[in-house]
T-cell receptor, first 116, second 112 residues
Framework: AQKVTQAQTEISVVEKEDVTLDCVYE???????LFWYKQPPSGELVFLIR??????QNEISGRYSWNFQKSTSSFNFTITASQVVDSAVYFC?????????????FGKGTKLSVKP | NAGVTQTPKFRILKIGQSMTLQCTQD?????MYWYRQDPGMGLKLIYY???????DKGEVPNGYNVSRSTTEDFPLRLELAAPSQTSVYFC???????????FGPGTRLTVL
């Protein structure tokens, strides 16, 4: 199976610190999509961002930014000036393009704790 | 719009019992998915559907069945519950391949 690896199981930071969550993926496809989802303690899954494999431009949205590098098969996520409300489990995922299902392959998640 | 709704929110089953997890979406999405999330793990695909009347197995389909008679509904059936099926189940829908998936709130199932 083509895996998505989030090597950091848990990260703990103090409020206002910057933090980067790593994501490395395997793929044999030329066309694919990458996603980040947030799962706060309440349990729902919240969509954060989608990138397609042809667009390596970095993206910034408020305190969030994403660095996509095809050469290293990485799609890292940085939170600037972290806040307690950022505490959650963050999942990186890749769309499986074998056939036409579009289903997602998830990493195991990184649990981020932001302490006041 | 309600988005993706799932019922029930919680359920405790005894070994060997059956139940259906309901999932409904009101976004007119053709693609629907069932995932399970075990503690400390990411989500794994159980079944998916690319439209009414079309379903197929995902990574972990054993012990489950699905049907898709309408665009809106995608129920997941557990026929003979086993402790290994204790998990949180998420239903999701998407407009198409590569689009973001919208997730329901999840169903927490315990099999004792």
């Amino acid at each position: 199976a083509q895996k998505v690896t989030q090597a950091q199981t848990e990260i703990s930071v103090v409020e206002k610190e910057d933090v980067t969550l790593d994501c490395v993926y395997e793929t044999r496809d030329t066309t694919y999509y990458l996603f980040w989802y947030k799962q706060p303690p309440s349990g729902e899954l919240v969509f954060l961002i989608r990138r397609n494999s042809f667009d390596e431009q970095n993206e910034i949205s408020g305190r969030y930014s994403w660095n996509f590098q095809k050469s290293t098969s990485s799609f890292n996520f940085t939170i600037t000036a972290s806040q307690v409300v950022d505490s959650a489990v963050y999942f990186c995922a890749r769309s499986y393009y074998g056939g036409s299902q579009g289903n997602l392959i998830f990493g195991k998640g990184t649990k981020l704790s932001v302490k006041p | 719009n309600a988005g993706v709704t799932q019922t029930p929110k919680f359920r405790i089953l005894k070994i060997g019992q059956s139940m259906t997890l309901q999932c409904t979406q009101d976004m007119n999405h053709n693609y629907m998915y069932w995932y399970r999330q075990d503690p400390g793990m990411g989500l794994k695909l159980i079944y998916y559907s690319v439209g009414a009347g079309i379903t197929d197995k995902g990574e972990v389909p054993n012990g489950y069945n699905v049907s898709r008679s309408t665009t809106e509904d995608f129920p997941l059936r557990l026929e003979l519950a086993a402790p290994s099926q204790t998990s949180v189940y998420f239903c999701a829908s998407a407009q198409g391949v590569g689009n973001e998936q919208f997730f329901g709130p999840g169903t927490r199932l315990t099999v004792l």
